[in-house]
């Protein structure tokens, strides 16, 4: 009985530590960019598509799509975002709410980030472009952030993205040009890292290594 109560345990320990790595704890891990502080929010003029684009030297893996969310007050749409290569080829199409989505505290006093756990997404390397939809005054629309500090994580930026004056609210591929980190504009989609395969690989060979070592002793 008492094998069978640690059993039980066991295997209850295995499923909390798969459901860590689901794709809705991702949410909670650091984005691949981050503000720092500074810049100025502002609103798009007319429909709009705003964002960034960047660089991978090495494959990485998306966990999950976010948005920038100023003053960390609700959202007055839902933002699509969508994840581009650099060849215009849309692989994500991801849209991000109040309802759908996990704050993520920032590094910069003036917001926070609203993330939607997606199926995982391997990117390798290559450029690419994320951007979102911005809303109008007219329609309702949240404000992003223009010329901010900011920091990167596994991903190089390379520079703005933007297309403005849209006939309604939908994804476009944008314009690019380059811009230095420590003034960047159109903030803000986003992208979060899962944990590497490997990582969840050695928590099971542990939990399993464990679940052995008890067994023996009874």
Known sequence: ??????????????????????????????????????????????????????????????GAVGIWDEGKQPLNIAHEVGL??????????????????????????????????????????GDYVLVATWGDPIDNADPFRLQANAVTSSVTYTG??????????????PDCAGAPLDNASFFGPDLAIIPEPASITLLGFGALALFRGVRRRF
């Open 1 to 62: 009985m008492a094998r069978d109560r640690i059993s039980a345990h066991l295997v209850n320990f295995l499923i909390v530590a798969v459901l860590a790595f689901s794709p809705a704890a991702f949410a909670n891990i650091q984005p691949v960019l981050d503000l720092t502080g500074g810049g100025f929010a502002t609103e798009p003029l007319s429909p709009s598509v705003a964002g960034w684009e960047f660089q991978l030297d090495e494959p990485i893996t998306i």
């Open 84 to 125: 581009y290569t650099s060849a215009q080829s849309l692989l994500l199409d991801v849209f991000v709410n109040n309802n759908n989505s996990t704050p993520v505290g920032s590094a910069s006093p003036d917001g926070q980030w609203l993330f939607t756990s997606i199926t995982p997404l391997l990117l390798q390397p």
């Open 160 to 173: 703005m993205c933007s297309k403005t004056g849209l006939d309604s609210l939908h994804l476009v591929f």
